[in-house]
């Protein structure tokens, strides 16, 4: 039996927790420190916050580095002390300089939770949502220079319901890329496993999600906005402004297409299990909501509680 395998594990988002905790408790590793985003400030107070993969590290009780920037001499001196075999990075948040790529014996891995060469980029959960795709996965990749262009050690594909969230479907490629590194190591470090250049079609990019992004547009379809409302569960949210003299914003989590016409916008129902709205084509049913600074509700509490009336504005 062979020395462990000296590995540095690079991340930040709760993504990536599971792959920790997963390579942790991987005979013949010894992640010798974790790489994640510095503190930053956080709630009504601004107060410095950790990451959700430094509070694991730290209950893990694994060495922590927080460098500003990975191409910072004295951050590259630091990793290069760690004399690593491997780095896996997954939800890091930076991109990795040349020197840092090339550092590792075996090389480095990122877990991306796309079907690469789709959606490459800050945002693959969502836009698989947002594009209606009937499955996506989780790609494992070995890092080149450029953004998700690395080639292909393996993929886990994965069904998406057809009431799925970015929530749901987060917790659920974090589990799926966890179970694929895991799966796929052996192979990988032995050389049975032969990573191969990304397919040269299919490419696209998915942009990073913006707060206004999450403002419902009601001359789109019912559908899109459905899966709209979908994606942006739970950030940023889908909202739209409630009509004068409320003129406060509305978040919905929760809605239904329904086979009912009107112009875009307006309140064609104010009954029964929530507000229901025209979109271009047909309508939604919202279902769960939360009016600004309130508490998240059916859309019947808060019918009874801020009673809309048909004919009425929404997003006006």
């Avoid at 959606?119 to 220079?145: F, H, W």
């Avoid at 992004?213 to 906005?225: E, M, T």
């Avoid at 129902?269 to 769960?288: H, I, K, T, Y």
Wanted: proline share 9%; aromatic share 4%; with cysteine.
């Amino acid at each position: 039996m062979g020395e462990p395998l000296r590995v540095v594990f690079m991340g930040s988002a709760e993504l990536a927790c599971a792959s920790l905790e997963a390579l942790v408790a991987c005979d013949g590793m010894n992640v010798v420190a974790v790489v994640t985003q510095p503190d930053k400030p956080a709630g009504r107070k601004l107060q410095p916050q950790p990451s959700p993969v430094k509070r694991l590290a730290t209950k893990l009780g694994l060495p922590v580095l927080q460098p500003v920037s990975l191409r910072d001499p004295q951050a590259f001196a630091q990793l290069q002390a760690l004399a690593p075999e491997l780095v896996v990075v997954a939800a890091y948040g930076q991109i990795l300089p040349a020197a840092v790529l090339n550092l590792p014996l075996h090389g480095c891995l990122n877990i991306h939770t796309s079907l690469l060469p789709k959606y490459r980029g800050a945002a693959p959960i969502q836009s698989a949502l947002l594009n209606g795709d009937a499955e996506t996965g989780v790609t494992l990749m070995k890092m080149d220079a450029g953004l998700d262009t690395g080639d292909i050690v393996a993929t886990v594909a994965t069904p998406l319901a057809p009431d799925e969230t970015a929530q749901t479907l987060h917790d659920r490629l974090a589990q799926l890329g966890a179970q694929l590194l895991l799966a796929s190591l052996p192979d990988f470090l032995s050389g049975k496993i032969r990573p191969q250049p990304q397919p040269a079609t299919g490419a696209s990019y998915a942009a990073k999600i913006k707060k206004e992004d999450g403002r419902i547009d009601w001359s789109q379809s019912a559908h899109v906005l459905d899966r709209r409302i979908r994606a942006f569960t739970p950030w940023p949210g889908a909202f739209t402004d409630l009509p004068v003299p409320t003129q406060r914003l509305l978040k919905v989590r929760t809605a239904a297409v329904v086979d009912a016409f009107g112009e875009p916008g307006r309140v064609l129902d104010a009954e029964g299990a929530g507000p229901l709205v025209a979109c271009s084509e047909q309508a939604l049913r919202l279902l769960w909501v939360q009016r600004e600074g309130g508490q998240w509700m059916s859309g019947a509490e808060f019918l009874r509680g801020c009673p809309l009336q048909v004919g009425q504005q929404l997003g006006a």
